[in-house]
T-cell receptor, first 115, second 109 residues
Framework: GAVVSQHPSRVICKSGTSVKIECRSLDFQATTMFWYRQFPKQSLMLMATSNEGSKATYEQGVEKDKFLINHASLTLSTLTVTSAHPEDSSFYIC???????????FGPGTRLTVL | GQQLNQSPQSMFIQEGEDVSMNCTSSSIFNTWLWYKQDPGEGPVLLIALYKAGELTSNGRLTAQFGITRKDSFLNISASIPSDVGIYFCAGQAGGKLIFGQGTELSVKP
């Protein structure tokens, strides 16, 4: 149980384009999902908290107009990186909050490379 | 902001040896978690600790939630090659996770 998937697993795009990443909780419902970014050899940094049916809450320093988050259902949250630039290249990981117990379950991550 | 100090940063050990890593914080957490991350993958939950002083085992892994709620340790006994990876501690407060810097474990057969 508590399986979280992400799609795509890898994406390469040109600078200036937008990229959408999906995060799905496969066997449980999650009113809250989280988006993290991880640069090579570094830890996971929380970008934003995604709440079903309401606006996402962004961490300090994360541009909400650049990283658009939509949590339209209890099993799906999407992160759209708009007008991507090479410095946005990173490993993006989502997690879904389970309720029994109150623990975050992580997806496998999406490797974004912006050329 | 809240920060976690995880040590050691890396470990190179022989197969069969025991491993110990720990995390300390300047802040109190209600929950401590330990995750393992393989290259190119998301973190996988190893052990969750919900109560100060709690000692929990999961196979060869043992973790403890410090009495002060500001620290936690993870022990791995009789390491095997598949233990290789990066181990992260995480403290949970206000519904959010704060991660340590990670401990990279290498196991020599």
């Amino acid at each position: 149980g508590a399986v979280v998937s992400q799609h795509p697993s890898r994406v390469i795009c040109k600078s200036g384009t937008s990229v959408k990443i999906e995060c799905r909780s496969l066997d449980f419902q999650a009113t809250t999902m989280f988006w993290y970014r991880q640069f090579p050899k570094q830890s996971l940094m929380l970008m934003a908290t995604s709440n079903e049916g309401s606006k996402a809450t962004y961490e300090q320093g994360v541009e909400k107009d650049k990283f658009l988050i939509n949590h339209a259902s209890l099993t799906l949250s999407t992160l759209t990186v708009t007008s991507a630039h090479p410095e946005d290249s990173s490993f993006y990981i989502c997690s879904a909050l389970g309720t029994s117990p109150d623990t975050q379950y992580f997806g496998p991550g999406t490797r974004l490379t912006v050329l | 902001g809240q920060q976690l100090n995880q040590s050691p940063q890396s470990m190179f050990i022989q197969e069969g040896e025991d491993v110990s890593m720990n995390c300390t914080s300047s802040s109190i957490f209600n929950t401590w978690l330990w995750y393992k991350q393989d290259p190119g993958e998301g973190p996988v939950l190893l052990i969750a600790l919900y109560k100060a002083g709690e000692l929990t085992s999961n196979g060869r892994l043992t973790a403890q939630f410090g009495i002060t709620r500001k620290d936690s340790f993870l022990n791995i006994s009789a390491s095997i090659p598949s233990d290789v990876g990066i181990y992260f501690c995480a403290g949970q407060a206000g519904g959010k996770l704060i991660f340590g810097q990670g401990t990279e474990l290498s196991v020599k057969p």
